[in-house]
């Protein structure tokens, strides 16, 4: 009923865990339902998490992880980075979304890199009472932090003015359960 006849093509960056993609799933159904056309980014491991919409097309990037104190481990991290910042571009030309949510993991990274270099409003999606890695070192590059909890810890006092509390997308099935 609120369809505007406004098409609109988002991308959904979210990796690794059910814990990421799920809320990522159920907003990708949201957007659809209103019309809008939703690109999901992800890595290997997310592509095999159940749930996900048939409609919503899924692009594999190479996951970059920075942890631990193997500096040639740290490099292989970078580079991965990097090369996935550069498909998501590629991607971006192609798609031309209006906006690009993250929601954490590691494939989130290269693409909210890649969306704030390309001058595209970039939105992170926080599922935790603790801000994650991921979402920490994009926190002060994107345009708004929605949040499922109010007061998240390790979130900087400075980005106040950009936190939204939105709570978590569930899906229609699940709330069914209720």
Known sequence: AEMTGVTRHYV??????????IPAFALAVELERRGHHVALITDQRGST?????????????PAGRIGGFNPLGWLRGLAAIAEGRRMALRLFESFEP???????????LPALLAATSAKIP??????NAVLGRVNRLLAG???????AYPGVERLKGKYEAKVHLVGNPVREEVKALR
């Open 12 to 21: 959904l960056a979210a990796g690794g865990t059910g814990g990421h993609l």
């Open 49 to 61: 998490i159940p749930g996900r919409p048939p409609a919503l097309t899924s692009h594999v990037l």
């Open 98 to 108: 209006s906006a690009v949510v993250g929601f954490g993991g590691y494939p989130a």
């Open 122 to 127: 970039t939105i992170l999606h926080e599922q």
């Open 141 to 147: 590059r994107v345009d708004a932090i929605a949040t």
